[in-house]
């Protein structure tokens, strides 16, 4: 008998800084894809808001506080473990230095250079979006 997929509500931030870079961590052990590179964010808990879970999460990973965000882009990817529902947001405004708080390595990274980082397979599209919106 199959077991239904598991479908993952995700969320995850565009953060840049002064000089249009945007920020990236690493996903580190025991997670699933451990050494490739994502934008912050993580799952949305039953009864959050996306802006909610993004403010949550970004406080974990990044020790921030996200204080405006806006939609940039939504996907949804098949993965072998899962389907994952990604909305990825612009941080218009957040306050703090980020840091990886969770022991990850984090990397200010152009636009343009960013198809040259190993990403999760999902981050393709977002990249797309990311280096189209300052053009």
Excluded: C
């Excluded at 969320?11 to 451990?34: K, M």
């Excluded at 990604?86 to 218009?92: D, E, K, T, Y």
Aim: cysteine-free; hydrophobic content about 40%; aromatic content about 6%.
């Amino acid at each position: 008998m199959n077991t239904p997929r598991q479908t993952l509500k995700v969320v995850a931030g565009v953060l840049t800084n002064s000089s249009g870079e945007v920020l990236i961590n690493q996903r580190t052990r025991p997670a699933r894809f451990a050494g490739q590179w994502e934008f912050p964010g993580g799952k949305i808990e039953h009864g959050e808001t996306l802006h909610q879970a993004l403010v949550r999460e970004l406080k974990e990973e990044l020790g921030i506080a996200v204080l405006a965000s806006t939609p940039l882009i939504a996907i949804t990817h098949d993965y072998p473990h899962a389907t994952v529902e990604l909305n990825v947001r612009n941080i218009a405004e957040y306050s703090g230095t980020p840091i990886g708080a969770e022991g990850q390595a984090i990397r200010w990274v152009r636009p343009d250079d960013l198809h040259e980082v190993n990403f999760l397979e999902a981050n393709g599209p977002i990249i797309d979006a990311v280096r189209m919106r300052g053009r």
